[in-house]
């Protein structure tokens, strides 16, 4: 097991199932991510005899940079885990930060039609630390602090919910990577009840949902998730999410020429969404060769924006970073292992 799929307390329970004492953990913590040892020896005020059964315990490095790629403002990293599956990140320079991308599955079960990722069937889900790492070998290569996090790389969080909520609460410590909930995005498909679960999970992290159709028979052509958990539904549970949490979702939108970005849909879009505290994020389309959708021309998404912008509805077009290096969403996997 990764020393890096432990939060706080489970490092505590550790500590005191072997006899040692309680503090260990927050010292530990510290060597791993304020110090960033790569070796349990270099763990100098623990004792040596406790160090030595750390190392027989845990590993400490579980994932490599196989290739880092880099344009203006992003870096897109192809990880390689100990069974030899491969992952990616991307690393995203904003005014506010830098933020990362990560991914939380090796392949997907989610099946949307547009998605390169889902096009490789779930292989499994990743480990805690195998998120945690993502950040950390990111930051090593890049020399740069993660301000913001997204979930939103390869796979579907919520189908590995307790492994997303262990690496919110490692990378959100003060004595872990200490970055601020308010920093932290979970992007879902929309499991319905994980989102009704997620309501009563206690930290202020962003939560945003991948919509990309306004009505079921649309969502349902390119969303295979949505013939289990209908708009009706979908729509319930982010309302009862917003009650219990008191915050604003996102409603994430691609913009597929002729599928989903005529004036009618923007319309049905305003209608579905009317008093919900949210914000929408229309996305350019990245094309990608396997598939035949198309992104919509900008004139279209513009369009598009002012409608949902006349009636109130708080919209950005997502900032695009990454297209010339197949930055888009299970790009780069697929080309090194061509599938
Ligand atoms: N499974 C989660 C998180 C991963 S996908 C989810 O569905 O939200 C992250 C986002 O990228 C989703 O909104 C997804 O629909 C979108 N996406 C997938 N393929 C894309 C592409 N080729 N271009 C633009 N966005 C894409």
Same mark, same amino acid.
């Given at each position: 097991m990764s020393i890096y799929d432990l939060t706080i307390d489970e490092l505590t329970e550790y500590f005191l199932k072997i006899? #040692? =004492?309680?503090?260990y953990a927050k010292e530990l913590f510290s060597w791993l991510y304020? =110090?960033? &040892?790569? +070796?349990? *020896?270099? /763990?100098?005020? &623990?004792k040596k005899e406790t160090r030595e059964r750390l190392s027989k315990d845990f590993t400490i490095s579980n994932i490599e940079i196989v290739t880092v790629e880099k344009a203006k403002d992003v870096r897109k990293y192809l990880f390689k885990l100990r069974d030899g599956e491969h992952i990616e990140a991307v690393l995203m320079n904003h005014d506010y930060g830098n933020s990362l991308c990560i991914s939380?599955?090796?392949?997907?079960?989610?099946?949307? =039609?547009?998605? #390169? +990722? !889902?096009r490789r069937k779930k292989v499994r889900n990743l480990a805690t630390g195998e998120m945690v790492e993502q950040i950390l070998k990111v930051e090593n290569e *890049?020399?740069?602090? @993660? +301000?913001h996090v997204v @979930?939103?790389? &390869? !796979? #579907?969080?919520f189908d590995n919910y307790d492994n997303i909520c262990n690496f919110i609460r490692i990378i959100n410590h003060l004595k872990g990577l200490n970055i601020g909930a308010r920093h932290i995005t979970v992007s879902t498909c929309g499991l319905v009840p994980k989102i009704l679960e997620f309501s009563e999970f206690p930290y202020q992290v962003n939560l945003a949902i *991948?919509?990309? /159709?306004?009505n079921d028979k649309l969502r349902g052509e390119i969303m295979p998730i949505a013939k289990a958990y209908p708009l009706k539904d979908l729509i319930n549970a982010i309302k009862i999410y917003l009650e219990k949490t008191n915050r604003r979702v996102t409603f994430e939108y691609i913009m597929l020429a002729g599928v989903n970005d005529s004036v009618d849909n923007a319309l049905e879009l305003v209608h579905l969404l009317k008093g919900i505290n949210c914000y929408v994020n229309l996305i350019p389309y990245n094309e990608t060769e396997a598939l035949q959708y198309k992104r919509s021309n900008p004139l279209t998404i513009a369009k598009f924006y002012d409608i949902l912008k006349k009636n109130n509805i708080t919209v950005t077009i997502r900032r695009e970073f990454g297209g010339t290096i197949s930055a888009a969403c299970g790009q780069l996997r697929s080309k090194k292992e061509e599938i």
């Open positions: 006899g #040692e =004492k309680k503090y304020n =110090k960033r &040892i790569t +070796s349990f *020896s270099d /763990a100098t005020n &623990i939380s599955q090796v392949g997907c079960n989610m099946g949307c =039609k547009f998605c #390169e +990722s !889902g *890049s020399d740069l602090r @993660i +301000s @979930i939103m790389g &390869i !796979g #579907e969080p *991948s919509l990309h /159709a306004p």
